[in-house]
């Protein structure tokens, strides 16, 4: 096992979100390859668990970072919470944090959106102050527009690009070039959300 969280499950009393990030099996240099997630609720009768093959990125440059229980107040649909899986990756020019949302329906653990990147950092590799950097901070709101019986999602993104440069002290110092607001729109289809386009495909200024 690569790292076990635990966190209570929020509107069933005494239920707990066990996530476990495991190596693949099989696999001849399992810790250079993506992990498996497997999460389990316990704490309920009967105990739930479910396994995602691959969930985890990791290898080919990719370093899987960390992962955390997400349990901020994801009301999907009227009367159904979701939680989240969030999952942190890093190069040595980028890095990521994705979140995966979950819900308890009957029986069964549902992903329903799937590695969303809430933030992004990218720089051009550049000397000591002379990089150029771009970063993208991004928050979940519920909406009251639905599909399927799914509150659409809205992704409001802040996107900020600065550069280093060295002062007259040869000190170095950020300098902030751009910022950027906008909104994304996800849709629920009857299986899971959809991430747009425009979303998924970050335009990582000079990487």
Same mark, same amino acid.
């Given at each position: 096992m690569v790292d076990r969280q635990i966190k209570p499950l929020p509107g069933i009393? #005494?239920? @707990?979100?066990?996530?476990? !990030?495991?190596?693949? =099996?099989?696999?001849?240099?399992a810790e250079n390859d993506s992990y498996d997630l497997h999460l389990t609720i316990? #704490?309920? @009768?009967?105990?739930?668990? !479910?396994?995602?093959? =691959?969930?985890l990125s990791?290898?080919?440059?990719?370093?899987?970072?960390?992962?955390?229980?997400d349990t901020a107040?994801?009301?999907?649909?009227?009367g159904l919470r979701a939680f989240g899986i969030?999952?942190?990756?890093?190069?040595?020019?980028?890095?990521?944090?994705l979140l995966s949302l979950f819900i308890v329906q009957g029986s069964e653990i549902r992903e329903i959106l799937s590695d969303a990147a809430m933030r992004i950092y990218f720089t051009n590799r550049g000397s000591p102050c002379m990089r150029k950097n771009r970063q993208?901070?991004?928050?979940?709101?519920?909406?009251?527009?639905?599909n399927h019986g799914f509150f659409d999602l809205l992704v409001k993104e802040t996107l900020?690009?600065?550069d280093e440069e060295a002062d007259a002290q040869?000190?170095?110092?950020?300098?902030?070039?751009?910022r950027q607001q906008r909104v994304y729109r996800l849709q629920f289809d009857g299986k899971q959300y959809n991430i747009p386009a425009e979303m998924a495909n970050f335009d990582c200024r000079l990487c």
């Open positions: 009393p #005494g239920a @707990k979100i066990v996530a476990e !990030a495991c190596l693949q =099996r099989g696999i001849e240099d316990t #704490g309920r @009768k009967p105990e739930m668990t !479910a396994h995602f093959a =691959r969930k990791n290898g080919g440059g990719v370093r899987f970072t960390d992962m955390k229980i107040r994801y009301e999907v649909a009227p969030r999952a942190g990756w890093s190069m040595s020019f980028a890095s990521s944090d993208a901070e991004r928050i979940i709101v519920i909406d009251k527009r639905r900020d690009d600065w040869g000190n170095c110092d950020d300098t902030p070039v751009h």
